[in-house]
């Protein structure tokens, strides 16, 4: 069966800090990778998608950037972190090669910068 | 653009009674999916069910039924006989079938069941 993680669940960071959230996906291969954020109170924004190793495609322009060095390895980053990128961040896989409508969704990380 | 509308920011229900959770989207193409996913406390997303926009009949999935209305843009999640563990937000999502793959999610509806 297929399973999702993401590390950290939780982050506390100062302003400014660095950023490296990391999402894995094992059982399948070639999946369709995702990085959403959810402030606080709201519904989820897609910050990136990719569909295979170095293929990323940004949703919303910002200080956040995204790779995928590996088929099943997929990680969300910053060079300095603002306080409004705090928001609970999911990594989500769907079948890849076809037109899939499922995602899955991995527990997530909260992440407050202070 | 594709857009999802939930008005519910919060609905409180009595336990085993039937609760229905609004959604309605607009959008201007012909071939796309309607999902609802529930977002428990402990913050994972769970997919309950999915509509595509040609099917006939409303999807169905336990307790769980999509009420479909295509021509008001509507796409109601009906939770019969509610229980506790419904307790938590519930976001109306929408797929461009023919577009890049992603979802555009709703604002969410937080439920609570009163025992």
């Known amino acids: 069966s297929q399973t999702i993680h993401q590390w950290p669940a939780t982050l506390v960071q100062p302003v400014g800090s660095p950023l490296s959230l990391e999402c894995t996906v094992e059982?399948?291969?070639?999946?369709?990778l995702y990085w959403y954020r959810q402030a606080a109170g709201r519904g989820l924004q897609l910050l990136f998608y990719?569909?295979?190793?170095?293929?990323i495609s940004s949703e919303v322009p910002q200080n956040l950037s995204a790779s995928r060095p590996q088929d099943r390895q997929f990680i969300l980053s910053s060079k300095k972190l603002l306080l409004s990128d705090s928001g609970f961040y999911l990594c989500?896989?769907?079948?890849?090669?076809?037109?899939?409508?499922?995602?899955?969704f991995g527990p997530g990380t909260r992440l407050t910068v202070t | 653009a594709q857009k999802i509308t939930q008005t519910q920011p919060g609905m409180f229900v009595q336990e085993k009674e039937a609760v229905t959770l609004d959604c309605t989207y607009d959008?201007?193409?012909?071939?796309?999916?309607l999902f609802w996913y529930k977002q428990p406390s402990s913050g994972e997303m769970i997919f309950l069910i999915y509509?595509?926009?040609?099917?006939?009949q409303n999807a169905t999935e336990g307790r769980y039924s999509l009420n479909f209305q295509k021509a008001r843009k509507s796409a109601n999640l009906v939770i019969s006989a509610s229980q506790l563990g419904d307790s938590a937000m519930y976001f109306c999502?929408?797929?461009?079938?023919?577009?890049?793959?992603?979802?555009?999610f709703g604002t969410g509806t937080r439920l609570t069941i009163i025992p």
């Open positions: 989500a896989w769907s079948v890849g090669g076809q037109r899939s409508y499922e995602q899955y």
């Open positions: 059982g399948t291969s070639n999946p369709n």
């Open positions: 990719s569909v295979g190793i170095g293929q």
């Open positions: 959008t201007s193409d012909q071939s796309y999916g």
């Open positions: 509509q595509g926009s040609y099917d006939e």
């Open positions: 999502a929408m797929y461009k079938v023919f577009g890049n793959e992603k979802l555009t």
